[in-house]
């Protein structure tokens, strides 16, 4: 007799492994280095330092890299400025005349790869004061779109402080004769500074340098205009008027050259910077009498030691 199961077994149900989670891409990073809004002299260029770091999700990844650019001129007639992109390899994208037109480029990526770009603006020889170009870089993923990022650099076009090379004695000729030159019509011109502690130069506070180089041909005791752009820094001293009684101090012995006292010696015994006043004790008076008198009324002739 055979032997037959009361209850028949039931099928071992076979568990089915649930599909692995698709990666889930990471958002992308671009960052620029240094300050994205900059301020360039008219001829300069500025370059923009980017890394960008693609989603390390695992996969590679075609990476497509676009450039926008809007340029704001302040007045009619305002030279295009130049933008290139580019990295190790070679140009990704530029507005020059001669360049090709692109609209995007793109590149092969590994998950996690890190991009480096170079962004370079060229302000022309001719910008105006205030002229403004906004570069927006866009990257993102062909698969993709929504992961992207962008990054938006600026630069606007500033002025200059150049140096005149004159000769020497002939300053404030040469700024006067300059000054005249530039009033007549819009030259880009607007300061001329002559110190006169500074010999041999006359400096321009220019827009332009090729302006302001033609402008200066056949002026008069002019040699040249000094290559390269001087720096605030260096002038700024200038511009601060330094109190009459600078470099006076008490024991220096002083000539009177304003005033009843004109032509006397005397010992300074006091100063007053706030009042711009120095006191003073005559050498020859009878009795040693304390005079009060403007800081610009007398001459040093011997230091305090």
């Known amino acids: ?80 400025w130049f933008v290139k992109l580019y990295d190790a390899v070679g140009v990704v994208w530029e507005n020059s005349p001669t360049a090709e037109p692109t609209t995007e480029k793109m590149f092969d990526v590994m998950p996690g790869q890190e991009k480096s770009l170079t962004l370079k603006i060229t302000s022309p020889t001719g910008a105006r004061y205030g002229d403004k170009i906004t570069v927006l870089v866009n990257a993102s993923l062909k698969d993709n779109p929504s992961i992207n990022d962008v990054a938006t650099l600026q630069a606007t ?28 019509k819009p030259s880009g011109i607007f300061a001329i500074l ?16 090729d302006s302001l180089r033609d402008l200066i041909k056949g002026v008069r005791r002019t040699r040249g205009l000094v290559k390269g752009e001087t720096t605030f820094t260096e ?49 020859e008076a009878m009795v040693p009498i304390p005079v009060t008198i403007r800081g610009d009324h007398v001459r040093v002739l011997e230091k305090e030691r």
């Open 235 to 283: 002038i700024e001293h200038f511009l601060t008027p330094k109190p009459i009684v600078s470099g006076i101090v008490e024991g220096d012995i002083v000539e009177l050259i304003a005033g009843p006292f004109k032509g006397e010696k005397a010992r300074v015994q006091q100063i007053d910077e706030n009042k711009e006043e120095i006191t003073v004790e005559l050498f």
């Open 1 to 80: 007799m055979g032997l037959f199961d009361v209850e028949p077994k039931k099928k071992e149900e076979t568990k089915k492994e649930a599909p692995a989670p698709l990666p889930v891409a990471k958002a992308m990073q671009m960052v620029v280095q240094g300050e994205t809004k900059r301020l360039m002299a008219s001829g300069d260029s500025s370059e923009f330092e980017i890394s960008l770091k693609v989603p390390d999700d695992g996969q590679p990844h075609q990476l497509v890299i676009k450039v926008d650019t809007v340029f704001s001129a302040t007045e009619e007639g305002s030279p295009e």
């Open 194 to 209: 002559s110190p006169a502690t500074i010999r041999g130069y006359v400096f321009v506070e220019a827009m332009n340098t």
């Open 157 to 184: 076009a500033r002025q200059s402080m150049l140096a005149v090379k004159t000769s020497i004695g002939h300053e404030k000729t040469v700024a006067d004769s300059i000054a005249s030159r530039a009033k007549p």
